[in-house]
């Protein structure tokens, strides 16, 4: 189990983002889907993406607090495209 | 043995333009992301090659080795990783996954 902001705190320590939302998707707290933007993922293709993030949650995840992650990443420049 | 493994999907990921490792089958997935990931390739009606992981449990570790990436499914367009469920999902909302399906079958 990990809290929202613990996901927020850990990835803002690892990548420069300007957004994370964190939502629990079973109210268990240990199934997440989590919305990142991060100026860290300007120019990277989703796999790279993905794997920054992966990385930065590497510890919740090997240590279970987290078992599933399902992500929505994006550039400054992407966000912003899709709320346009 | 460990290599034989890796070269063995090494030569199916470049024999194959589309090569997806899965649980289950194309016809019979045995996981939700499986079962979508197959549902996405199949609207494109582009041919595409499967490998079960759950059936040999050395393919299922190597996989993740190949790609360094810690989940199944794995899709691979022309010989290189383009990602899980998620990022085929993804891809294929924001319409990059045509253009990269187009360009492996126009080789």
């Not at chain 1, 293709?45 to 992650?69: C, T």
């Not at chain 2, 582009?46 to 993740?64: M, N, S």
């Not at chain 2, 899980?84 to 187009?102: T, V």
Request: net charge negative.
């Amino acid at each position: 189990m990990i809290t929202p902001q613990e996901i927020k705190d850990t990835l803002g320590k690892a990548l420069p983002v300007s957004l994370v939302e964190a939502q629990d998707l079973t109210g268990g707290g240990d199934h997440w889907q989590v919305i990142i933007v991060s100026a860290a993922f300007e120019g990277k293709g989703l796999v790279d993406q993905h794997r920054m993030v992966n990385e930065a949650l590497k510890e919740p995840i090997e240590d279970r607090r987290i078992h599933a992650l399902a992500l929505k990443t994006y550039s400054p420049a992407q966000w912003e495209k899709l709320g346009s | 043995m460990a290599d034989d493994v890796i070269a063995q999907i090494e030569d199916k990921v470049k024999n194959n333009k589309v090569m997806l490792y899965m649980k289950g089958t194309a016809d019979f997935p045995q996981c939700g992301f499986s079962a979508h990931t197959v549902e996405i390739l199949k609207s494109y009606g582009v041919p595409f090659a499967t490998e079960d992981v759950l059936a040999d449990p050395a393919v299922r570790d190597g996989i993740k080795r190949y790609s360094s990436w810690p989940t199944i499914p794995q899709v691979y367009i022309d010989g290189k990783f383009v990602g899980g469920c998620d990022i085929l999902h993804e891809l294929h909302e924001r319409g990059e996954l045509e253009p990269l399906l187009k360009a492996a079958f126009a080789k």
